[in-house]
């Protein structure tokens, strides 16, 4: 008999704890079910856990839309994956870089001079964190294929494409190397989350876009040294807790666009916001993002 009550009082703590843990795991069930989804100002938005994938959070996501100076994150991209890359290697600053900004009205700088020999791993600095379009120039022409400088941008231009390809995107075409296009350079908000989760991928990559500012010694046409200093053009750097990147973006079509990463507790969080309609409103934007996706 005994043994018997043994058996009854063990079965019932048992049922006690099984009780028990059906409890909790239906009082985090309610819990994730309670959490209120977000309100944002952006007509577009997507987060992603990088890790496994999995969406946090979406609204018209597959919508295409301008992308403004986003684009360069697929530049910086097409640069990193070339074969054989020497990141070392100098490129003269030519004069049509440099003509290009003045022609351009909305063109972003980073003030390269012509006659400068710039390292390309100094040429992504100068893309991602001023986001200059004349950087931008230089890295198409200098990974581009053909005898004119025409037909190296286009050449580079079509990389871009193809590797949106590669990664199954539908939603995504370039016709520009800096997102400055000709009405057919859009993405949508899943699209460019996938292309900065690709990139980050590359570890030159994430230093580049989690630096907050740099001072770089370039060598002059005649010889001599300059020092270019840089700061990242995203304010979610030092503003928001575990931020590691990636790419502001703004146009007269495009508006205010921001593609934001950040990781805590060893989970990471990648998504996109576009066409905010200032860049307080895109910081704003990304901040509850990233908060509601630490939540879930």
């Known amino acids: 008999m ?13 049922v ?3 009780a028990v843990l ?30 496994s994938g999995t969406t946090l959070y979406s609204k018209a996501a597959d919508t295409r839309r301008a992308t403004g100076s986003t684009t360069k994150i697929m530049t910086a991209r097409v640069v990193l994956a070339q074969k054989n890359l020497d990141l070392d290697s100098k490129v003269t600053i030519q ?7 003045v022609n351009n009205n909305w063109a972003s700088s980073a003030h390269l001079i012509v006659g400068d020999k710039v390292t390309v791993r100094q040429l992504l600095y100068g893309l991602m964190l001023p986001s200059g379009c004349d950087a931008a120039y230089a890295l198409a022409d ?5 005898s004119t400088r025409d037909a190296r941008v286009a050449s580079f231009i079509g990389q871009m494409n193809a590797t949106a390809k590669s990664l199954g995107l539908k939603n995504t075409h370039f016709d520009s190397f800096d997102g400055i ?7 949508t908000p899943r699209d460019l989350t996938k292309i900065a989760s690709s990139a980050m991928k590359f570890s030159t990559f994430r230093t580049v876009v989690g630096t907050k500012s740099t ?24 503003s928001y807790k575990g931020t590691i990147g990636v790419k502001t973006g703004s146009g007269p079509e495009a508006k205010y666009c921001l593609v934001f990463a950040a990781t805590r507790g060893g989970r990471t969080v990648i998504g996109t916001v576009l066409a905010s309609s200032s860049i307080g409103t895109r910081t704003a934007d990304a901040k509850k993002l990233m908060d509601y996706a630490f939540k879930k």
């Open 2 to 14: 005994k043994g018997i009550k043994g058996i009854r009082r063990a079965s019932a703590v048992v």
């Open 16 to 18: 006690t704890a099984g």
């Open 22 to 51: 059906t409890a909790g795991a239906f009082s985090s069930q309610a819990q994730a079910a309670a959490l209120p989804t977000p309100t944002i100002n952006a007509p577009g938005g997507f987060v992603m856990n990088n890790g």
């Open 95 to 101: 004069k049509a870089y440099s003509d290009y900004i």
């Open 142 to 146: 200098k990974f581009g294929s053909g």
């Open 181 to 187: 296009g000709r009405g057919k350079n859009y993405s």
């Open 215 to 238: 001072k770089q010694k370039v060598m002059t046409k005649s010889g001599g040294y300059r020092y270019m200093s840089w700061t990242n053009t995203n304010n979610l750097l030092g």
